[in-house]
């Protein structure tokens, strides 16, 4: 049977759709949290199953202890990453002074080499290069502490995280409620690959970072950079903000070594690590720890990391990732968004051969055929 599309059902969707994500923006403060309960839930999960089948422990208190674990752990590294940080951005007068120099010595070596006369000299004009580097650089370090918000919900996300958890039976029958249409199995189904993908991606994805937090460091330490296991395992956490956080973590080692040494060659030497760290992990590390799992290509990776960016800011782009893999498996399970699964997913290699060998193949048989 095919489903005919008139132009009133064409723009009646597109209206829904700009209404369904103008209410995504307005509700962020409502789903953001929901959203992150539901990541963490994922990620204790097998220490509350632990404590349940290993302990016999009662759910509830199986369910309080995990996350009591969790919360711990993650207070203690959000603590001392807020500690480092403010440490770094108390010397931000030193860094501006020591950027405000560079800048004078390389437009300075640049107008030499044109010729440009003192009257047209960028130097010898007042563009208060100076007030404009402490103007930024206050606005970056806001927003470096402004994105802890992720976890300034310390109350909701602790509450809707107990309840995933505690009602998750309660929760699973409400789907077979919902979806009364479908059967019992092919729900479970469902379930089942949305939570092993979300499971696969979080557990590789921190292994990955563990990797790469010890190639980072031993790399900074090689060069001699101040901090060097801070800003190596930050790095790495910024993992998970895919190909944006890996810039951000260079760039601070970066700044240290234009700060703290006396050639710019240690900047040169920190940006190639991180440059060649990131080719390494994105083109080895992550496809052998994950092993493909979350086959999503990189085209809706970037598309996704925009567009969520733009509808939720630096939260948005961490769950991107799993949103869109979840988003994926909904539509494969789907007759009519199977379209949309096959987009996202990761492109077979047929799709990706040039058409000329297979033309060259072709045309070799014909002439043995004459």
Known sequence: MTIKTTPSNFAFNIIALIAVIFALYILKPLIMPLLLAAIFGIMIFPVQSFFEKKWRCNRLFATIFSIIIMFGLTILLVYLIITQLRNFMDNGNEYISKITEVYTSIIGNVEKSLDVSDRNSLLEQDIGFSELLKGNFDKISTFIFESGSLFSDVVLIPIYLFFFLYY??????????????????????????????????????????????????????????ENAVFFGFFAALLLVIPYIGVVIGALLPALVALVTKDSYWYVFGVLALFSFIQFIEGNFITPKVTGGKVSVNSFIVIFSLIAFAMLWGVAGMVVAIPITATIKILCDHSEQYKAFGFLIGEPENKFLRSTARSRLKKWKSIRKKR
């Open 168 to 225: 998750r039976r309660f929760l699973r029958n409400f789907a077979y409620r919902l979806f009364s249409k479908k059967s019992k199995s092919y729900i479970n189904l469902v379930i089942k690959e949305v939570y092993h993908i979300q499971q696969n991606y979080l557990a590789g994805l921190l292994k990955v970072m563990v990797i790469v937090g010890v190639l980072n460091t031993v790399g900074l330490l090689l060069l001699g950079i």
